[in-house]
């Protein structure tokens, strides 16, 4: 990246609310950075990395059809890649293999201006530079997704909220309880004293 050179980004993940959240975010965290396109699932990430040559990817783990790790097998070194995902074990093993980060979600500020201080770090030092090769880590997750995934029961993980005009995304685990107010659901969570 040189200087008066804005760095580039893709966002791939299959829920369109966490996709419009981490570009808000990224928004306020790098407002240089331009998210060129955004994809809704693996084949749609590598057809969109082949169209706009983003020098970041951010990847949600699942999704339909290719996954993000198949889509960041097909991506290669080509670009930085960030794993976006909600399985929390697997980030060891992201930072050991070189990944420049991994987000589990939902995620905080604080740990977006992380990744966000870490990419802007490896694209200023080495611009011509291919990416961290994860062809390692992809084959160790790919393993492990193989084994989980009969385990791995589908239930809600979050909950979409209205939050004055916003819309937050509250973990299920964070919710105390939920009371009916006329045709409303008001969430009572943890985070909500934050």
């Given amino acids: 990246m040189t200087a008066g050179t804005a760095a580039t980004a893709l966002i791939a993940d299959d829920e369109p609310l966490l996709r419009e959240h981490l570009a808000a975010h990224l928004a306020r965290a790098w407002p240089e950075l331009q998210v060129l396109a955004q994809a809704r699932n693996g084949r749609e990430a590598v057809a969109l990395f082949e169209q706009h040559r983003p020098q970041v990817v951010f990847l949600d783990v699942h999704m339909p059809g290719v996954d993000g790790i198949e889509a960041a097998r097909q991506i290669g070194r080509r670009a930085h890649l960030v794993f976006v995902t909600a399985y929390e074990q697997y980030a060891v093993q992201a930072f050991e293999q070189g990944a420049v980060d991994y987000l589990v979600k939902p995620f905080n500020e604080a ?74 659901t008001l969430v009572a969570w943890q985070g909500a004293m934050r």
């Fill in 111 to 184: 740990r977006l201006a992380d990744t966000v201080q870490r990419l802007r770090e490896r694209l200023q030092r080495q611009p011509d530079q291919p990416a961290p090769d994860v062809a390692p880590l992809l084959d160790r997750l790919a393993a492990a997704l193989q084994q989980r995934a009969p385990a791995v029961p589908r239930w809600l993980q979050w909950i979409k909220a209205s939050v004055g005009s916003t819309v937050r995304l509250i973990p299920v685990d964070e919710v105390q309880y939920l009371r009916s107010d006329e045709k409303y």
